[in-house]
């Protein structure tokens, strides 16, 4: 087992959901995070907490991953010592609606399309060549079940999760020879802001999503991203699919109403 102990991890969305527990568990590991959300304020209140349970030391910034310039930007502008960055772990993402295609709202495939897709190669970008000359590295991509199965309502959704397990594929037959390890964290239902967002703050829509049975928490996903963090250098978990113990797939969960 490899320790993460003084490890650099950068994580994206960090200010909530999968992203806020994977900064958890890695401060409680002894890591150092560099955090970044676009709501400041919950990953700097996020960041004195982890100070003062762990000792965890950060770096917190404001980051919008759908900005290609903010996020050059921010990433050229790391300090010296947050610069060699350890693991990336590319969180950010959201759905927009479960509605038919022919009949869904555009802005929300935008939103999805820049955040899920394009936001993810930005990071990737700006942060991978620095592994690429150090030779090491670990990129950590949070997908989604909607990643592997297409389901009704999620046209564009899981598209744009069937994209990051394409750009995963193919970014860890890049980097093959550059010791940098590449892995895809794919959870089923996992109850965070993530519904919340999806059906636009109806928080009665959202809650229902989760009626009648337990979903995963973010904490359940954190300790599978350490999992793959910690495996020996010669190791690698190219991929996780999780859900909840009564979700088959995209398609069927056993409710118990
Ligand atoms: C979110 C999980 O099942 O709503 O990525 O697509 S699901």
Known sequence: MEY???KIVFITGASAGIG???AEIFAENGAKLSLS??????????????????????????MDVTDRNDVEEKINALPEEWKAIDILINNAGMGRGLNKLYEDNVDGWEEMIDTNVKGLLYVTRNIVPGMAERESGHVINIGSIAGREAYAGGGVYCATKHAVNAITKSLRMDVLDKGIRVSAVDPGMVETEFSVVRFYGDEEKAKSVYNGLTPLTGTDIAEAVLFCATRPKHANINE??????????????Y???
């Open 20 to 22: 806020k527990a994977c």
């Open 37 to 62: 959300a676009r709501r400041i304020e919950k990953v700097e209140n996020l960041a004195a907490e982890l100070k003062e349970k762990f000792g965890a030391e950060s770096y917190v910034f404001k």
């Open 4 to 6: 993460v102990k003084d």
């Open 255 to 257: 409710r118990k109403t």
């Open 240 to 253: 996780m699919i999780i859900m909840p113990s009564v979700q088959a797939n995209a398609f069927m969960t």
